[in-house]
């Protein structure tokens, strides 16, 4: 095995290991392919234990460490678009496409790969108006957990053991003429409000 491949195995090892202990409450519908999951980028670790039933695919960076990420999304199950909106979107955008058109569920963390943090990027917008699929806004919050204050996107680290609320919003349709800059700030909308439901229901 080479030294990608094994650290491959080993992260997504420790993913396994990691959400297995996490103790989850899930509120919202189903989320059923085709279509889109849109989440913030740094709330992907506690999302891996709640991922839909199916086939599922993500776009990830063309760098070497992207490349890393695929190997490990591999070996959890994720297939992988290579591209994203700083390189090889174009790319990306016609794999996610292909992909949600056969039945898969898109993974995107909106705000990626590089922020602002918290603004939706236009790609998954374009990929919903393109093929018609819903797009289903998730928050999520932790009972214990850290966020990593000097990564732009405060990457969430929940502690081992702690209870972690994974809430779904309606599905959101944008039709193939919808204006991109109110599609956008519609799910920009929706990821705020499952992020303050989850976080309510951390706080009961």
Do not use: N
Request: charged letters at 20%; a positive charge.
């Amino acid at each position: 095995m080479s030294r990608a491949g094994l650290l491959a195995w080993l992260a997504a090892w420790l993913v396994r290991a990691w959400i297995a202990t996490l103790r989850y409450r899930r509120s919202g519908p189903v989320i059923e392919g085709p279509g889109v999951v849109a989440f913030w980028h740094g709330d992907q670790l506690p999302l891996f234990g709640q991922r839909p039933a199916g086939p599922l695919v993500a776009p990830i960076s063309l760098s070497r460490d992207g490349r890393l990420q695929a190997r490990i999304l591999a070996r959890l199950g994720i297939a992988d678009a290579p591209g994203s909106s700083s390189r090889g979107g174009t790319r990306a955008a016609r794999a996610l496409l292909r992909a949600v058109r056969r039945g898969a569920v898109a993974l995107m963390a909106v705000d990626g790969p590089r922020g602002p943090r918290h603004e939706v990027k236009p790609g998954v917008v374009f990929l919903a108006r393109l093929s018609g699929a819903p797009v289903w806004p998730v928050g999520v919050a932790v009972g214990r957990g850290r966020r990593l204050a000097r990564a732009w996107d405060r990457y969430l680290l929940p502690l081992p053991f702690t209870r972690a609320w994974v809430v779904v919003g309606e599905p959101l349709r944008f039709a193939a003429d919808a204006d991109p800059e109110a599609a956008r700030a519609a799910l920009a909308a929706g990821l705020a409000e499952v992020g303050a439901r989850a976080e309510q229901l951390r706080c009961r």
